[in-house]
């Protein structure tokens, strides 16, 4: 079993709609959990962080974790075009104090005017 | 702003050849890395280092090595280029987890997609 699962899509919904991106992770030891956001031909830049358990809201995203179900999502309400990215999760927190993240393959959305 | 810098965004080399992929950060990152990012298989961490002349192996280290002989400075080195390794190079930096708005955030650089003939 791989430590993160994502679906890799490639996702396509209206503008305007509700997106759920989802990571499931088999490390319980994970404690960060990122999301991040990659426009083609670019490097991914950090969209939302959150520590332990809970939500986190920022605009029109949020993002969810569910320690005791080992699942994270991020969520896109209203969605732009400008949204059309890849969005990559992202986790650590292992025991050992490590610097190194652990990513998601990535899910490919694309937002249609 | 954090910068994180890369040498070259295209690159195209021969088969044999010793390439040598730089990246330079301008944050004073302890943290640096080395991914290689291919369709389907996502960002695969190639080797990391968090000092000067410090190094460690990432998932797929083979074929590659490293050189970080000044804190903001991190080069990658393909020994002997194969086709195998036509890919997309990212590098990325991140303070020590105790200095860290967010611990562990990585800041990336624009990527240098690396073509093997």
């Known amino acids: 079993q791989k430590e993160v699962e994502q679906d890799p899509g490639p996702l396509s919904v209206p503008e305007g709609a509700i997106v759920s991106l989802n990571c499931t992770y088999s490390?319980?030891?994970?404690?960060?959990f990122m999301w991040y956001r990659q426009y083609s031909r670019k490097g991914p830049e950090l969209l939302m962080y959150?520590?332990?358990?809970g939500n986190k809201e920022d605009g029109r995203f949020t993002a969810q974790v569910d320690k005791s179900s080992k699942y994270i999502s991020l969520f896109i309400r209203d969605s732009q075009p400008s949204d059309s990215a890849t969005y990559l999760c992202a986790m650590t927190g292992s025991q050992g104090g490590s610097e190194k993240l652990v990513f998601g393959k990535g899910t490919k959305l694309t937002v249609n005017p | 702003d954090v910068k994180v810098t890369q040498s070259s965004r295209y690159l195209v080399k021969r088969t044999g050849e010793k390439v040598f992929l730089e990246c330079v950060q301008d944050?004073?990152?302890?943290?640096m890395f080395w991914y290689r990012q291919d369709p389907g298989l996502g960002l695969r961490l190639i080797y990391f280092?968090?000092?000067?002349?410090?190094?460690e192996k990432g998932d797929i280290p083979e074929g590659y090595s490293v050189s970080r002989e000044k804190k903001e400075r991190f080069s990658l080195i393909l020994e002997s280029a194969s086709t195998n390794q036509t890919s997309m190079y990212l590098c990325?930096?991140?303070?020590?987890?105790?200095?860290?708005?967010?611990?562990?955030?990585?800041?990336f650089g624009p990527g240098t997609r690396l073509t093997v003939t």
């Open positions: 959150t520590y332990s358990s």
């Open positions: 990325a930096s991140s303070w020590d987890r105790f200095g860290a708005r967010y611990p562990y955030e990585q800041y």
């Open positions: 280092s968090y000092d000067v002349k410090m190094k």
């Open positions: 944050m004073d990152h302890e943290n």
């Open positions: 490390n319980s030891a994970f404690q960060y």
